[in-house]
């Protein structure tokens, strides 16, 4: 039996008033984002190298640019990049899935995801795919809350999910 190729991916940077993500692309789609870090500040992607990549890695580079711009200013993306969310099993991705039906500016808890997935006492197991969600943001993993509407755990940490939340105009959860 051949061995599975590996993925090709190609990472580019994406500048906001917020830093620099990184966003890595498969043959598939957007397949990470990455939020800014010591490691990718001041890193930039220079027009050439953008210019040799394929057609479709600009137009979803471009596509995830808008998009992740407009949340982190609290609007709705509009049209998302095609994600890539292989990486999961199938049950994350269900949950990843449903994600992106929580509209901006609401919030659902891990027990209601459980349920909606047909998984009523698998609360901790959607806190463990909102943990390994690939593409934050994007798939608004900030939006789910712990019991009694708790911030609960965020993979890039609560000042990130509290920004993400606030921008999306929800408010009154900063109990953590």
Not at 128 to 141: E, H, K, R, S, W
Request: charged share 25%; aromatic share 6%; proline share 7%.
């Amino acid at each position: 039996m051949k061995p599975a190729a590996k993925k090709q991916l190609v990472e580019l940077v994406i500048p906001t008033r917020d830093g620099e993500f990184l966003a890595r692309y498969s043959v598939n789609g957007l397949a990470r984002l990455k939020f800014p870090s010591t490691k990718t500040a001041g890193k930039k992607t220079s027009p050439a190298v953008l210019g040799a990549l394929p057609m479709t890695i600009r137009r979803w580079h471009r596509a995830t640019t808008v998009a992740l711009k407009r949340i982190l200013a609290g609007r709705s993306p509009r049209v998302l990049p095609p994600l890539d969310i292989s990486v999961g099993t199938a049950f994350q991705q269900r949950i990843w899935n449903a994600l992106l039906k929580i509209p901006l500016g609401e919030t659902r808890s891990y027990g209601e995801l459980a349920r909606l997935v047909k998984n009523p006492h698998g609360s901790r197991a959607v806190g463990g795919a909102c943990g390994a969600n690939p593409i934050p943001v994007l798939i608004p993993c900030h939006r789910v809350l712990a019991a009694g509407r708790k911030l609960g755990g965020f993979s890039s940490g609560l000042e990130w999910k509290r920004k993400l939340l606030w921008r999306e105009e929800v408010r009154g959860l900063w109990k953590a």
